[in-house]
């Protein structure tokens, strides 16, 4: 697929490491681990490369091995990465999105101790957990009420905190080496400016990950149920050394929808690639599928809307490169994205007929993995956030 | 160990068939637009390997071009996959194929950076195919040669390498300075990486005309290779299938090697 921006030799050059990477280290894995068990299926040996040409660690800044990759750079790799498969590009982007915390509040002590490790060791994660069984969107809607939102327990003791409580849906949980874990320190405020993060690394004594979350799509990317038996952190492992403060915002706000956004636009386009070229091939009728009018109609539809959605995201992600914050572009990204690639795949499954619901061919992971957008970058919380924004004075 | 690269900027040779058209005069292939411009695949080979001695051994890797101000991009991914070093000597419409006139070039290059131990290149290029430049090259040089290594091991000032056969490999030995050209059994070439794509961003590569070297262009076709290019065209491409069967596996595959031994295959 031709692409119309004008990229400059330096994210040009990244775009061809992450596809060649994705050739290399991903595409020989990417089925298989989609069909494991989901216990086993964290690809290690994908990480460790990664970690050793750079990629992994490509956002963080210079000082701890990374190059502070901008949202665009960003963008374009995620693209190339989920293009060939999904749960490795959210695994590697994931590594650039969650350590940000530690960037924009940690102390240099806690930079130095846990990004030091991010850089060093080659399979060290940071995973950062808020959602709990019965509060997830309620932890970002933004809801003001004080009874809404996580519950996990905090005590203050002399020098620290002790934690019990579940918090689930974690992403990377059960193979992250640090949580960031949310939890309530004033219950008489809302949500947002009742919450501190504590640092937790995997091996504290009361931290267990009690189950692995098995999903339609995405198998492979782990999602864990995390378990706090009065977990006691000291209080140099209190994010920022302070309490009650909300993590989210800042100059990289707004990440979040373009990885999300940009990683749906890969799948979409791996998608129509392989509908595209299974509809030249495929004859019925006397003739190519792809002479056919509807089928050629379907394919069109689906490319218009795959531009259109790569040229949003890419731009929004250029504006944010350049400082410009736009949190309803970054919603409508993420947004659209999600309706292009669910609409996208499942109009591939239809082009190749029979076919597409046979294991043996790509298209039913594409469709598997498009539907966990629903929830995570379109669905009512996005859709309300951005009516909210929409009220708002101009 | 101080370690040169002979790397050439070709069209991608994966790209298909039909995106290749001739030109008016018929000597020339003409890519589409579309066809992106590589570092031709052999000497990806060669850059992987003058690394992995590098790693093991020490010393530094510069990476040579012949070729336009294009031919950048080629420098820039030996750079990017750890060269030390790159230099462009700037050849616009050089005759080709001429390797002869190419090798004279590079060689003279060669000399004006000096203090090299080894020269690396692709057993070929994936435009013309030719193998020619490396033996050539090592002729102006008065270096030791030895052709398609797929394996190099270092004793001091001494090289014991490994040559492919038709049938096999021979052992070699060769002693420092020495021109060797590799195949693609020698490794696999490592990805760029970040920290390389970083150290090209503001890189400005030397680029040295054929007067900076010595070279008068006046001169050249006495080097030239008195080869005539007779006729250049795109092969049709005809497709006949063969099943090769047997009662098991095993005996399916027994024919099928004996089939492709038979066609020269393998």
Known sequence: MMDYFELTDEQKAFQTLAREFAQRHIKPIAADIDRMDVHESFPWDMLKEAHKIGLKNLALPKEYGGMEADALTQVIITDELAFVDATCAKTISQCWKIPYQLVRHGTKDQQDRFLSAMRDNPTYMIASATTEPDFGSDNMLPYEGVEGGLKLSVKRTEDGYILNGIKHFIALGGVASLYIVKGRTNLNAPVRHGTSSFLVPKETPGFSVTAQHDKVGFRAYPNGQLAFQDVYVPKENLLGCRENFDTRGGPFAGWNDLELSSTAMGIARAAFVAALGYAKDRIQGGKAIIDHQAVSGLLADMYMDIQAGRSLVWQTARELSRGNRDTMLSLSSARFATKVVLKVTQDALSIFGGSGVMKELPVEKYVRDALIFIHLADGPTNQVKLGNLLKRPE | ?266
């Not at chain 2, 070039?105 to 203090?115: H, N, S, V, Y």
């Open chain 2, 1 to 266: 160990m101080n370690i040169l690269v002979c790397v050439k900027q070709v069209p991608d040779p994966e790209a298909p068939l039909t995106q290749f058209t001739m030109d008016a005069s018929g000597t020339k292939i003409i890519p589409a637009v579309s066809v992106a411009s590589v570092v031709s695949p052999f000497d990806e080979n060669a850059i992987e390997a003058a690394l992995q001695l590098k790693e093991t051994h020490g010393g530094k890797v510069t990476v040579l071009s012949l070729g336009s101000l294009a031919s950048q991009e080629a420098l820039k991914r030996g750079t990017r996959m750890g060269a030390d070093d790159a230099i462009l000597v700037e050849g616009n419409d050089l005759p080709e194929p001429d390797p002869q006139v190419t090798a004279f070039i590079l060689a003279e290059a060669i000399k004006k950076i000096g203090d090299i131990d080894l020269v690396l290149c692709g057993r070929q290029a994936a435009d013309w195919d030719q193998g020619q430049v490396g033996c050539a090259m090592a002729d102006y040089l008065d270096f030791s040669y030895i052709s398609i290594v797929n394996k190099i091991d270092v004793f001091d000032k001494i090289l014991r390498i490994n040559r492919l056969t038709e049938d096999g490999y021979e052992i070699m030995e060769v002693s420092l300075p020495a021109v060797l050209t590799v195949t693609n059994e020698i490794n696999q070439p490592r990805l760029t990486t970040v920290a390389g794509i970083l150290k090209t961003t503001k890189m400005k590569i030397p680029t040295w005309s054929l007067s900076d070297i010595g070279v008068d262009p006046l001169i050249l076709a006495e080097h030239s290779n008195p080869m005539e290019l007779k006729k250049l065209y795109i092969p049709e491409v005809q497709v006949e299938c063969q099943i090769v069967g047997g009662e098991t596996p095993e005996d399916a595959a027994l024919s099928l090697v004996g089939l492709l031994r038979s066609k020269k295959i393998i």
